[in-house]
Nanobody, 118 residues
Framework: QVQLVESGGGLVQAGDSLKLSCTASGIVFRFAGMAWYRQAPGKQRELVAG???????TYADSVKGRFTISRDNAKKEVYLQMENLSPEDTGVYYC????????????WGQGTQVTVSS
């Protein structure tokens, strides 16, 4: 059974930083592409960042230079370091497994709320 458990969300002020973590089980993590998506109220879920098994990364234009995705294969974890947060970054952040730049992964976490106040 695949499980993705996110943590690290919270309420922060504009300009603050936050680091999200996702711990995976039930998949061969070292071969799995991983990604973070977010969904703001009233909007569609969108890709924030993705990382494939060789470490190559993809970022949404809106977060380039502010967010960094990384992975620790030994811990089976993927991270999203978020800097200089703005209210537009508010939303539920979801971990996604078996992702590739060509397709959304099959597996989702339950999501973690990030709220950025102005």
């Amino acid at each position: 059974q695949v499980q993705l458990v996110e943590s690290g969300g919270g309420l922060v002020q504009a300009g603050d930083s936050l680091k999200l973590s996702c711990t995976a089980s039930g998949i061969v993590f070292r071969f799995a592409g991983m990604a973070w998506y977010r969904q703001a109220p009233g909007k569609q879920r969108e890709l924030v960042a993705g990382i494939i098994m060789n470490g190559r990364t993809t970022y949404a234009d809106s977060v380039k230079g502010r967010f960094t995705i990384s992975r620790d294969n030994a811990k089976k974890e993927v991270y999203l370091q978020m800097e200089n947060l703005s209210p537009e970054d508010t939303g539920v952040y979801y971990c996604n497994a078996e992702w590739s730049p060509q397709r959304i992964g099959r597996y989702w976490g339950q999501g973690t709320q990030v709220t950025v106040s102005s």
